[in-house]
Nanobody
Framework: QVQLVESGGGLVQAGGSLRLSCATSGRAFSRYTMGWFRQAPGKEREFVARISAGGSITNYADSVKGRFTISRDNAKNTVYLQMNSLKPEDTAVYYC????????????????WGQGTQVTVSS
């Protein structure tokens, strides 16, 4: 069993930055693919970024490419999402997700989810 706890959300002005963290419990964190998803009011939860178990492969949604960076510290069992040049359309609840070994961009591929952290970007 893996438990995920997100932190770092908040209110920021457009153009600003935030760094989200997702701390995990359980064993073998380094063998889990980690992902970030987000859900805006009235919309479906969508893929934001993912990082492979070893950390060598990252993928991003087109809407955040070049602005967001996903990373992980396997020694701390934590994955991060650095968000720069934030836009009002980035406003959403951001969720951390995990899956043993591999997972792609679909939320159905992830077995474990955090409770989410709110990110609000004002114009």
């Amino acid at each position: 069993q893996v438990q995920l706890v997100e932190s770092g959300g908040g209110l920021v002005q457009a153009g600003g930055s935030l760094r989200l963290s997702c701390a995990t419990s359980g064993r073998a964190f380094s063998r889990y693919t980690m992902g970030w998803f987000r859900q805006a009011p009235g919309k479906e939860r969508e893929f934001v970024a993912r990082i492979s178990a070893g950390g060598s492969i990252t993928n991003y949604a087109d809407s955040v490419k070049g602005r967001f960076t996903i990373s992980r510290d396997n020694a701390k069992n934590t994955v991060y999402l650095q968000m720069n040049s934030l836009k009002p359309e980035d406003t959403a609840v951001y969720y951390c997700a995990a899956n043993f070994l591999s997972a792609g961009r679909s939320r159905a591929e992830y077995d474990y989810w955090g409770q989410g952290t709110q990110v609000t970007v004002s114009s």
